[in-house]
């Protein structure tokens, strides 16, 4: 016989810190359990809810999705594990309604009935294809947040442009399965320096497929919200990124710092002392960690786990990875021409050589991706040198005439 879950317990004392609990996280599908006990993520788990100013429990069952070790504790954290129920909301609010009467979920977490449909944060791989380009290679993207109507989606150097019907296939969360489905591009989120930092696709859904849409948009938006519970987040500029790194690979083994500033958004993930992904819009590595680490302000999340949205790239030490982007950042000055005129498109002059040789690799490497009529801001994020370096270079070439800007 199958040995039976853990059993994990959460007491309410009161009707008013139960009825908050409720219309926050368990009427969506998921509760937040103190705890140092260790559990590992996919544990199965029971939950015993004791409504002790009543003299009820209602027993649970549901899987870990998230966990904070004790030792996370020294970061602001409440040590414990994030579950999802393993039943239907819709079946979790009818077990809770006789103890809940006429309370309702809270607004934020519905939605309020300020949109049409309300939107769900959600990091899910994505993939997106230019509608008719059958010979273009899918863009992989995450998604940001997700609803029944559309998804917003971080996207690379080279935005797709707003009226632009587009393909996309979103993968769940648990990886097991995919949803097929046609949308056009309706806006751009822009940071200050004027790269498109996200699109957001209104979805095309069919008559006949709403009820498959509409059931894998709330299957995403009770695991997320699930895993959501017991963040850790804050402001950057009260610690600084470099030493939030540090001291979260210093208490886990592994973990996800994702970063906000503006409406960009980068991820940093690490395991066992490497890092194992860094991106932020187009660029990756050293070079995506140099600009996070060069922000003044903004937020960051951490969850002890790796991103499952983001595809892993070579492990690198990570005090080797945070010296080669700090010195990045000590010389990234004069960058004006990326900041300037980060979706202008290249042009190849090849006659200005008169027959001369690029004078290194990155010369040549700006030349070859100005043959494709790449964007400056794409050709800095794809060559590996640092942004002063990259732009240094392209402004000799067209200094020299080798390649022209079409601002």
């Known amino acids: 016989m199958p040995e039976p879950p853990q059993m994990l317990r959460i007491e309410f004392a009161s009707q008013e810190h139960f009825l908050e609990e409720y219309a926050l996280n368990i009427s969506n599908g998921g509760i937040f359990v103190a705890t140092e006990d260790h559990f590992e993520v996919h544990d199965e788990v029971g939950v015993q809810v004791a409504l002790t100013y009543c003299q009820k429990r209602i027993s649970l069952v549901g899987e870990v999705v998230h966990r904070v070790s004790p030792e996370l504790a020294t970061n602001g954290a409440e040590p414990g594990v994030a579950v999802q129920l393993s039943v239907p909301v819709g079946t979790i609010r009818a077990s809770f309604q006789p103890f809940v009467g006429d309370a309702q979920p809270s607004e934020s977490a519905t939605g309020g009935g300020r949109r049409n449909a309300s939107r769900t944060l959600a990091r899910l791989r994505a993939r997106v294809r230019i509608a008719g380009e059958r010979s273009a290679e899918d863009l992989e993207v995450h ?31 648990n990886g097991d399965r995919e949803l097929d489905i046609d949308g056009t591009v309706v806006r751009h989120l822009e940071a200050s320096n004027g790269r498109v930092a996200a699109c957001g696709i209104a979805f095309h859904v069919a008559a006949h497929n709403r009820a498959s849409v509409s059931t894998f948009v709330e299957e995403v938006r009770t695991l997320e919200h699930s895993r959501g519970l017991g963040l850790i987040t804050g402001p950057i500029e009260d610690v600084g990124l470099e030493r939030l790194i540090a001291s979260f690979a210093a208490c886990s083994p592994r973990g996800t710092l994702t970063v906000f500033s503006e409406v960009e958004e ?107 009529g790449m964007t400056v801001g794409k050709v800095v994020d794809v060559i590996p040198d640092s942004d002063a370096v990259v732009c240094a270079v392209l402004r000799g070439l067209v200094q020299r005439g080798a390649v022209t800007i079409e601002e």
């Open 143 to 173: 998604t940001r947040n997700l609803s029944s109507a559309g998804v917003l989606v971080s996207i690379g150097s080279e935005p797709i442009a707003v009226g632009q019907a587009v393909s996309l296939v979103l993968t769940h969360p």
């Open 266 to 372: 980068g991820m940093i993930s690490f395991h066992d002392g490497a890092l194992q992904i860094a991106s932020l819009g187009g660029a990756t590595g050293a070079k995506a960690l140099a600009r996070m680490l060069a922000w003044d302000e903004g937020r960051f999340e951490f969850r002890a786990e790796i991103d499952r949205s983001a595809v892993s790239g070579a492990a690198m030490p990570l005090e080797e990875a945070i010296a080669q982007a700090r010195d990045f950042v000590d010389r990234d000055t004069g960058i004006e021409l990326l900041r300037r005129a980060p979706n202008a498109r290249l042009c190849l002059a090849p006659e200005a050589f008169q027959g001369d040789p690029p004078e290194n690799k990155t010369e040549r490497a700006i030349l070859d991706l100005a043959a494709v």
